[in-house]
């Protein structure tokens, strides 16, 4: 008996909590969007980064807005002429906004860090 009304308990402090919480963020988010942030990990993340090396931080930059790094890293190792056009694709075909000077770094980047090995 004394656990059964424990849990019943239990779960109107839920529900209670979850209401206030409903209530809080609908009270703040007019006033203050934008002012908090918050940093979430999502599963996976990290193995979704680019390699490091020279370039990594303009395709970090201008490569991950759309979607992630998997695009790159589950191509078989191309070499600079099909990352390159890879690169032109997503700037005429689908509109990233990325300017030239990022964009050679961005090819040699590729072709070094998922071309096909030396
Ligand atoms: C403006 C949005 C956008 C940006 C920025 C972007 N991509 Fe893409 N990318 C796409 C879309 C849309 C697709 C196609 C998705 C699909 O077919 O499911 C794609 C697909 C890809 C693919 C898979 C092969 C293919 O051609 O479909 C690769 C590789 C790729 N992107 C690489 C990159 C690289 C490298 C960059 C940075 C230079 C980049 N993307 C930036 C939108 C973008």
């Known amino acids: 008996m004394r656990p059964l009304s424990f849990a019943a308990a239990a779960g109107a402090c839920a529900i209670v909590a979850l209401a206030a919480v409903t209530v809080s963020r609908a009270a703040v988010a007019p006033a203050a969007a934008g002012v908090s942030t918050a940093s979430i990990t999502l599963p996976g993340?990290?193995?979704?980064?680019?390699?490091?090396?020279?370039?990594?931080?303009?395709?970090?930059?201008?490569?991950?807005?759309?979607?992630?790094?998997?695009?790159?890293?589950?191509?078989?190792?191309?070499?600079?002429a099909h990352w390159d056009a890879e690169v032109t694709k997503m700037r005429k075909a689908y509109g990233a906004a990325i300017p030239d000077v990022a964009a050679a770094q961005i090819v040699d980047y590729l072709t070094a860090s998922y071309g096909p090995s030396p």
């Open 45 to 80: 993340d990290l193995s979704f980064q680019y390699k490091p090396g020279p370039g990594s931080v303009a395709a970090s930059t201008y490569c991950l807005t759309c979607h992630s790094s998997a695009y790159v890293s589950t191509q078989p190792p191309l070499d600079r």
